[in-house]
């Protein structure tokens, strides 16, 4: 199974653009990479995912790096809002679970 | 967009009752649904994956018979905590593979007191 890493935390200035990064160094050639967030006491709400290629949508980009090993996501202009753990997730196998690794705590700041 | 209902958000039991949580696929039909539990300053735990119409598979160490779950229609899946003990006390969390872009969504979570 894919694993992955990331830094526990991270801060980031209001305003900003947060560069959050991720190692997949296993990843397989038909594995997504999926980005979530928590913020406290709620459920993970879906911010991108992606399989190769760039991907951008309303709430953030994601680079994927050509051999699939790392990926970024950028949160263009953090806010405080945007203040909450980030997990990057490689899905399991053919059984379709995501399973959840520590994640990075972001925390924005004004 | 797809959206994952859970209920209730919170409750508190008390030891030796049984709890259920129930999840609701509100606009989409979910064939497969996962219940996760969530310690405090913990990530997120995988305990089962629910499947309309058949048994749930538990990951390991994960006791069936004190979480039951039930997926008996593609928009409802339950999950039973039963004899419930403080140390059941957790945020209970469920997700359902979504259509589209998605891929994944999660309710809002169950919080779990056990006195």
């Known amino acids: 199974d894919a694993k992955t890493t990331q830094p526990p935390s991270m801060d980031c200035a209001e305003g900003r653009a947060a560069n959050l990064p991720c190692n997949h160094s296993t990843i397989s050639g038909n594995e997504y990479v999926y980005w979530y967030r928590q913020i406290h006491s709620q459920g993970p709400q879906y911010i991108i995912h992606?399989?190769?290629n760039n991907e951008t949508n309303e709430m953030a980009s994601l680079i994927i790096t050509e051999d699939r090993k790392s990926s970024t996501l950028i949160l263009p202009h953090a806010t405080l809002r945007d203040t909450a753990v980030y997990y990057c997730i490689v899905r399991v196998g053919t059984d379709y679970k995501l399973s959840f690794g520590a994640g990075t705590t972001v925390t924005v700041r004004a | 967009g797809a959206v994952v209902s859970q209920h209730p958000s919170r409750v508190i039991c008390k030891s030796g009752t049984s709890v259920k949580i129930e999840c609701r696929s509100l606009d989409f039909q979910a064939t497969t649904m996962f219940w996760y539990r969530q310690f405090p300053k913990q990530s997120l735990m995988l305990m089962a994956t629910s499947n309309e119409g058949s048994k749930a598979t538990y990951e390991q160490g994960v006791e069936k018979d004190k979480f039951l779950i039930n997926h008996a229609s593609l928009t409802l899946s339950t999950l039973t905590v039963t004899s419930a003990h403080p140390e059941d006390s957790s945020f209970y969390i469920c997700s359902a593979r979504s259509p589209g872009a998605y891929g994944y969504t999660f309710g809002s979570g169950t919080r779990l007191t056990v006195v």
């Open positions: 992606g399989l190769k």
